[in-house]
């Protein structure tokens, strides 16, 4: 196996679990005798040593700041049954949080470093897995973390791949980079317009060929829930509804009325298709296409108030550089939500930037909140859900905030 040397004093980080080698802690690479490159190719499993030459862990190799991401830290090679051995530990931590229920059988899986696998995500849909692969490593892996998938979760029938936004975009890629890996002609799959999958039995349409992501936002679960719980009587509004998660535990909850709100039409019609399957009787929904900061501004004008708003943007800022303008991007949504909540009304604002931290976050709010002038209490501070743990060793790992607001 290639090995991956290392400054002095470099091993340290490695040394309390943080799994990640970046490019300058690296003295020297000792190519194994297969290669003909001068490097790794990216994606191969390589051996990480100090300089020292203490076996410190072994890794996918890849091209860029984070030169290594390491799969285990005790081993010289990788063990014979870790896909299986870590997809079963992750399952096990789902089992005992008791996500896996007759009434839910929506979850994330495996979340990445958080889960102690850094690059991979999978996320269940009833029978079906949707592995997404962050690095050239793991997409090397896919059919034997397939195989794991099949073994260690009694329920998974079918594993889709579903990598093609999230694969470095500048790496050779041999292989497919979306398609079936394993699909069981038994399963309830005949054709994915009719694939349903439960989420604290309320049923979700799921489309991840067509949709963002692995087709479904799991991470927003107990969020969702805690607006079911303050629904009740309320006009709500769910901006950024993508296919309504917030807006069907809303109805579940008793709320009066509820409008929904995206930019993309595909999602506006997933809404409207879960509405009917959920509820088929509720007249008290509104599904709308517009673009937030234009509906926000026109139902103002109109004099339009509501009683619950949620905010839930896509990320504003994908990197570091991105930061300033998604804090002000955050500072002007939250303001003009503000503006139109009824005295005594509550506003859900999340943001899923990794890179805006939820001081930063909270600032935007608060600036927003001082902007319109009202008196404002932090009633809970969410984040990220129980499936989507955080490794103590990678704090990088948090992204989720929220927080839920009264505005007297
Ligand atoms: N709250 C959702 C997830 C939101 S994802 C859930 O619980 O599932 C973010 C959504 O914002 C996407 O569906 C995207 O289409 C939408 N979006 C992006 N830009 C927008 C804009 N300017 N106005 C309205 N919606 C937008």
Known sequence: ??????????????????????????????????????????????????????????????????????????AEELPRNFWHERIRAAYKVREAIGLIRPDNNTYRLVHGEGDFL??????????TAVVQAHSVGMHVSRNEIAKALMEAVPQIQNVYYKSDDTLPFKAQIEGEKTGWLIKNQESKIKDLDEFWSMENGLSFRID??????????????????????????????????????????ALRGGAQTVDSVDVSQKAIDLVTINVARNFPKATNHQAVVADAFEYLSAQKAAGKTYDLIILDP?????????V????????????????????????FTFSCSQAVDKEAFRL?????????????????????????????????????????????
């Open 1 to 74: 196996m290639t090995t991956v040397i290392l400054k002095p004093h470099k091993e340290e980080s490695l040394k309390r679990f943080h799994p990640w080698v970046f490019s300058g802690a690296i003295a020297k690479v000792v190519l194994d005798a297969s290669h003909k490159s001068a490097a790794p190719e990216e994606g191969e499993m390589v051996c990480v040593r100090s300089s020292a030459n203490e076996a410190l862990g072994v890794g996918h190799w890849q091209v860029g700041s984070i030169a290594v991401r390491i799969l285990d830290f005790a």
């Open 118 to 127: 850094p690059g991979l995500i999978v996320d269940v849909y009833a029978d």
């Open 208 to 249: 991840w060929l067509r949709g963002q992501k692995t087709g479904f936002f799991v991470d927003q679960r107990e969020n969702r829930a805690l607006v079911e719980r303050y629904a009740k009587g309320k006009d709500v509004l769910n901006m950024f509804c993508y296919t309504g998660g917030f807006s069907l535990y």
């Open 314 to 322: 896509p990320a504003f800022a994908k990197h570091r550089d991105a």
């Open 324 to 347: 300033k303008n998604a804090l002000r991007g955050y500072q002007r949504i939250n303001a003009k939500a503000i503006e139109m909540i009824r005295p005594g009304g509550i506003l």
């Open 364 to 408: 935007a709010v608060f600036s927003a909140a001082a902007s319109i002038g009202r008196n404002v209490r932090i009633l809970h501070q969410l984040h990220q859900p129980q499936d989507h743990p955080i490794n103590i060793y990678h704090p990088e790992g948090e992204y989720l905030k929220g927080l839920v607001l009264y505005v007297e």
